[in-house]
């Protein structure tokens, strides 16, 4: 869910917020690939920050989700550096296209932190027999030697 | 020279997924392929011609085979052979060995490629199915220790991600030759990720954990060679970059400290093992150059002591004391114990030589401190009480565990002697003064028992938080 809504979001954004009177959008300006660079670094941090400071384990789960949340928008943003036009061979030059290896390599990363959440989300389950309130230091504090 | 690398990557996935439909045979597939590896490995160590794949039009996607990576994939052969022998007659399930057989090819994926997408996507898959394996048994515990395990890995590889993106940004390739060119930030955010897979310095604190309390054949695949995924990259680099080679030096010593401290003060065997894997790490980060040969030693020499010592008795070293194992498990235990703390004759030594043979004298001082270390720890293992046989014990159910320690062993003594030419007076007589110093000293003064060390940092928050001051220290030390 996250993955794709940050994936569509910020070319959408970009498009119509910043480029409402620029005619045929070519490349992100530097001051907006650093604004958004820094949205995007926020996440990130507010992701890391919310797995130490959340103290049930789906919610510690849901915080790594929004941290990758923030990784996949990096690449996005990445991929957008030059342009953010999606690269289809039409025969004429549409414009600025963005960097298809970016993208192409953060769709795998994301096929596998979903895999790996849906996993961790199948252990909190059979964790949350024994330990229904699933707060981490008391499932921690039973289950180590 | 292609096809046969590019089958033998493909093979473990295909019969991974291929035993479900041929149950009974699926330990024969899981120890052929551990066979075909073991082929792959030494035929790349005794003729090493460096071969590598390049995806076309590639952005860097790259594969090198080189000696380096045939002493890393002959020891994943081995240690998942030995785990199969072991489990031989033991009835496992379809699912342990299609685990098995896929860690054991993403774990030699690993070991062969050269760039940084590959590798995350080849860490990924160990961190799943290390993470099925360590769950299987389905008690809380094992499912809290594996998700603890998952979480932490998968969010070091986030950072490490985040690396990669920089790395990309500013080279336009992801192999490992652009980290040379690499922001600052690009490699301390690469190193957070591969520190924490590898188990180096504080980022490795999950580990004791996490390989204790693992099923025995699974903690002797993940100390044995899983671990080892994480450093062999590491390995790779520092070869490869200057900007990463000395914090890389810096970070093997702290290593070998902070795991043979660990190592000396635990009272189980499994968590002490496990600690002084940690410790291992840091040998073998010490001198990328003769890193394969150290991992291989250690490899056999881990995977023997954590099978015997899962089926010792008790965990606790003060059990143990007071009652004896079987001679031949007292045998095996200190012969793989002497290799791993560095006995003339035996594997171990010629690795730890060759390690500190070219290194500034000052680190090679802080190693051979560390080496007084693990001889230290590991008389714990050798200074037990052992007792013949019972004649009426039947011998019958334990050929596959003899076996698989016999390969092991078989593999530590064959491999040394590899390299006599680093046999001399003064090495042999400090590696023997060593091993007496740490006897003397554990014999006089530590047998009567230690503190227990606090294993608070041990905790999931911590290890989320540590995380974060290793990036800063790394950014720090990277930027300087």
Redesign the interface.
């Given at each position: 869910m996250f993955e794709l809504c940050s994936l569509a979001s910020i070319p959408l954004f970009t498009d119509r917020l910043l480029f409402m009177t620029t005619p045929p959008p070519l490349t992100l300006p530097m001051t907006a690939q650093a604004i958004l660079a820094a949205w995007v670094f926020a996440t990130?941090l507010i992701g890391?920050v919310g797995?130490?400071w959340k103290r049930n384990?789906i919610m510690?789960?849901l915080s790594?989700d929004v941290?990758?949340t923030g990784?996949i928008a990096?690449?996005v943003l990445?991929a957008a550096?030059g342009g953010f036009l999606a690269p289809i061979v039409t025969g004429t030059q549409a414009g600025a296209y963005a960097d298809p290896?970016?993208q192409a390599?953060?769709l795998?990363?994301i096929v596998?932190?979903f895999?790996?959440q849906a996993?961790?989300l199948v252990?909190?389950m059979?964790?949350s027999r024994?330990?229904p309130t699933l707060e981490?230091?008391e499932?921690?504090q039973?289950?180590?030697? | 020279m292609n096809t046969p690398t590019i089958v033998w990557i493909a093979l473990p996935l295909f019969i991974g997924f291929s035993s479900y439909l041929l149950p009974r045979s699926n330990r024969f597939f899981a120890l052929g392929m551990a066979c075909v590896s073991m082929a792959y490995g030494l035929w790349h160590i005794v003729a090493p011609t460096p071969l590598t794949i390049e995806l076309i039009d590639n952005f860097g996607v790259t594969l090198v085979v080189d000696g380096l990576s045939g002493y890393f994939v002959l020891t994943n052969a081995l240690v998942t052979a030995a785990v199969v022998l072991y489990c031989w007659q033991k009835n496992k399930s379809k699912f342990f060995y299609t685990q098995t057989v896929i860690l054991h090819g993403s774990v030699n994926a690993v070991f062969i490629c050269a760039d940084l997408i590959s590798l995350y996507v080849a860490l990924e898959v160990i961190g799943i199915a290390a993470f099925l394996l360590m769950a299987y048994p389905r008690s809380d515990r094992a499912i809290w220790v594996g998700l603890r395990y998952l979480f932490v890995s998968n969010t070091a590889m986030l950072f490490y991600l985040m690396g990669a993106a920089l790395v990309y940004q500013t080279t336009g390739v992801f192999a490992f030759t652009a980290v040379q060119n690499a922001p600052p930030a690009a490699i301390a955010l690469l190193m957070i990720g591969l520190f924490t897979k590898g188990g180096i310095f504080v980022s490795g604190l999950w580990l004791p954990l996490t390989h204790a309390e693992a099923d025995t054949p699974v903690s002797a695949m993940l100390s044995g060679a899983v671990v080892k995924t994480g450093v062999f990259p590491l390995v790779r680099l520092a070869l490869m970059a200057d900007n990463v080679a000395p914090a890389v030096q810096l970070f093997s010593m702290g290593t070998a400290f902070l795991g043979v401290t660990y190592a000396i003060f635990e009272k189980d065997t499994k968590r002490m093992l496990a600690s002084s894997t940690i410790s291992q790490m840091g040998f073998v980060l010490a001198n990328p150059a003769v890193a394969g040969f150290y991992a291989l030693t250690h490899g056999l020499a881990k995977a023997v002591l954590f099978l015997l010592a899962g089926n010792l008795p008790s965990r606790k070293f003060q059990m143990l004391q007071r009652t004896p194992m079987a001679r031949w498990q007292w045998l095996a235990v200190t012969i793989a114990a002497l290799s791993i703390s560095g006995m003339p004759l035996l594997s171990g030594f010629e690795a730890k030589a060759l390690t500190v043979q070219d290194l500034p004298p000052t680190i090679t001082w802080v190693m051979n401190l560390a080496a007084l270390g693990t001889a230290i720890a590991f008389a714990k293992f050798i200074f037990l009480p052992f007792q013949l046989p019972d004649k009426s014990e039947k011998r019958s159910a334990q050929v596959g565990f003899g076996c698989a320690i016999g390969l092991l062993l078989g593999g530590l003594v064959l491999a040394s002697g590899q390299h006599l030419e680093i046999y001399s007076l003064s090495k042999v007589l400090m590696a023997l003064a060593t091993l007496a110093t740490g006897w003397a000293i554990y014999g006089l003064w530590l047998r009567r028992g230690l503190p227990k060390l606090p294993t608070g940092i041990e905790r999931f928050e911590h290890l989320i938080g540590g995380m974060s001051l290793m990036l800063l220290l790394l950014l720090g030390m990277v930027a300087a």
């Open positions: 990130v890391f797995i130490i384990l510690k789960i790594m941290m990758s990784v990096f690449y990445v550096r290896v970016p390599v953060i795998t990363a596998i932190g895999s790996i996993l961790m252990g909190v059979k964790l024994d330990n981490t230091s499932i921690e039973s289950n180590t030697p | -």
